[in-house]
C-alpha cells in the first residue's frame, strides 16, 4: 500500500517538472496518474496539480470515498469536471496549462479552452507522468511481486483439473474466478486461453471450442491486486507433445532466456528486444515473432516502456517488464512464454515462479 507521504513525494516530483516545462498547472484526466498522485480509485475524476498543490475534481458518488482516498483537496462537482477546473484555473490566474494530450478527448479540451480566460493556454504534454510511473517504489515492486504470485497461483490450482473436453471459456471463467478466490480485484486484461491452432492467434479470445486431447494450449493471464498488475503466459500441453511443438517450444524458451539475460540497468529496450530476434533468427523463426518482446506495468497492464524494435529508452533499476517472445505458424499453433521482472543494476529479478517449461498433462 502507498501511504500518504508516498503521495506527495510523487505530486511534488510531477510539480518539478512543471516548473521545468514552465507550465503552471497539469489537468491529469487519466486515472491510472490520478491514483498514482492521490490515490483517488474512482471511475470519474480530474485532478489539477501545480507545483504547490492538488484538487481532486470528482462527481457526488465519491463524496466519501475521495475524502477516505486523498490526501489532496477536493471539489465535488454537480456538473462537468471540466468546466470545474477551468473555474479554477481562472481563479489562480493560471496562464500556461499542460493537458495530458493522448488522454483527454478533444472534446473534454474543447471544453476546458471554452471555459478559460483568453489569456490563458491549454499546452498538450504527453507521457510526463507515465515516466514518472515507470520507476516503482520497494513498495510497488512488492505489490506487483503479490500480484504476480497470486496469479501463479490460480494457475497452478486450476491446471490441476483441466480435462480434454473443457471449452476454453470455461476455463478461463475458472481462472477468473480462482484469481477473485485468491483476493484479486479482478482480471487484469481479458485472460486469453487457447487451444489447438487458435494458439496461433496471438491475442485470441477465449471461445466455446473444447479443448481436447493432443493439443496444445495457451494461457495468458493476470490479476490485479491492490490496484496492480501481473502478466504471465504459459504453454500447456494435453498429451505427449510432437517434435515439432517439443522444438518451437524450446526455440522460444531460449529466445526468451536470451532477452532475460539482456537486461539490466542501462540498455535500451531495443536491446533486449534484438536479443530475442537473434536467437529465433538462428532457428529461422524471426520472421513468426510479430509483436514487441515485452512491456511495462504496474497501475496498468501495458505500460511504458514498450521492449520492442528501435525502442531507445534506457531501462532502470526499478522498472518493471514483461519478457514475452512468441513464434505463431497459422494452422498449426503458436507458443510464447511470459515473465513479469523487475530490472535491477546489474540484471533482472524474475518474479513469475510457475515453471515455463512446456507443461505435459
Ligand atoms: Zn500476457
Ligand atoms: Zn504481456
Not at 6 to 33: I, T
Not at 55 to 81: G, H, M, N
Not at 172 to 184: I, K, P, V, W
Not at 232 to 246: D, E, W
Amino acid at each position: 500500500m502507498s501511504g500518504g507521504i508516498e503521495f506527495a513525494n510523487r505530486r511534488s516530483r510531477a510539480g518539478e517538472y512543471l516548473a521545468e516545462q514552465k507550465l503552471d498547472a497539469l489537468l491529469v484526466s487519466a486515472l491510472p496518474n490520478i491514483n498514482y498522485l492521490t490515490g483517488f480509485t474512482g471511475s470519474n475524476g480530474l485532478l489539477a496539480l501545480s507545483d504547490a498543490e492538488a484538487w481532486l475534481f470528482t462527481d457526488p458518488r465519491y463524496q466519501v470515498q475521495a475524502a477516505e482516498q486523498c490526501d489532496c483537496k477536493v471539489r465535488i462537482c454537480r456538473s462537468s469536471l471540466a468546466r470545474a477546473a477551468s473555474t479554477l484555473a481562472r481563479r489562480k490566474r493560471w496562464k500556461k496549462i499542460g493537458f495530458e494530450s493522448t488522454r483527454l478527448s478533444f472534446a473534454a479540451s474543447r471544453e476546458v479552452q471554452g471555459a478559460l480566460p483568453s489569456s490563458a493556454e491549454l499546452m498538450p504534454t504527453s507521457g510526463i507522468l507515465e515516466r514518472l510511473r515507470s520507476i516503482k517504489s520497494e513498495d510497488e515492486i512488492e505489490s506487483i511481486r503479490h500480484s504476480v504470485a497470486l496469479c501463479s497461483e490460480a494457475f497452478s490450482d486450476v491446471l490441476a483439473g483441466i480435462r480434454p473436453g473443457v471449452r476454453e471459456c470455461e476455463l478461463a471463467a475458472e481462472l477468473d474466478y480462482r484469481m477473485r478466490r485468491l483476493g484479486a480485484e479482478r482480471s487484469a486484461f481479458d485472460t486469453i486461453v487457447a487451444s489447438g491452432a487458435r494458439t496461433a492467434l496471438p491475442h485470441a479470445e477465449p471461445t466455446s471450442k473444447a479443448i481436447n486431447s493432443n493439443e496444445l494450449l495457451l494461457i495468458d493471464m493476470g490479476a490485479t491486486l491492490s490496484g496492480y498488475a501481473s502478466d504471465m503466459t504459459r504453454m500447456v500441453h494435453l498429451g505427449p507433445p510432437p517434435q515439432k511443438t517439443k522444438r518451437l517450444h524450446r526455440a522460444v524458451l531460449d529466445a526468451q532466456l536470451a532477452a532475460l539475460d539482456a537486461v539490466r540497468d542501462g540498455v535500451t529496450a531495443a536491446f533486449v528486444d534484438r536479443q530475442a530476434r537473434q536467437l529465433l533468427r538462428t532457428h529461422k523463426l524471426d520472421a513468426l515473432f510479430v509483436h514487441s518482446t515485452g512491456h511495462g506495468l504496474g497501475l496498468e497492464i501495458h505500460e511504458p516502456p514498450r521492449i520492442g524494435k528501435g525502442e531507445k529508452t534506457l531501462l532502470r533499476a526499478g522498472m518493471v517488464i514483461t519478457i514475452e517472445p512468441g513464434v505463431y505458424i497459422d494452422g498449426f499453433g503458436g507458443i510464447r512464454i511470459e515473465d513479469t521482472v523487475v530490472v535491477t543494476r546489474t540484471g533482472c529479478k524474475i518474479l513469475t515462479e510457475a515453471p515455463k517449461e512446456l507443461l505435459v498433462i
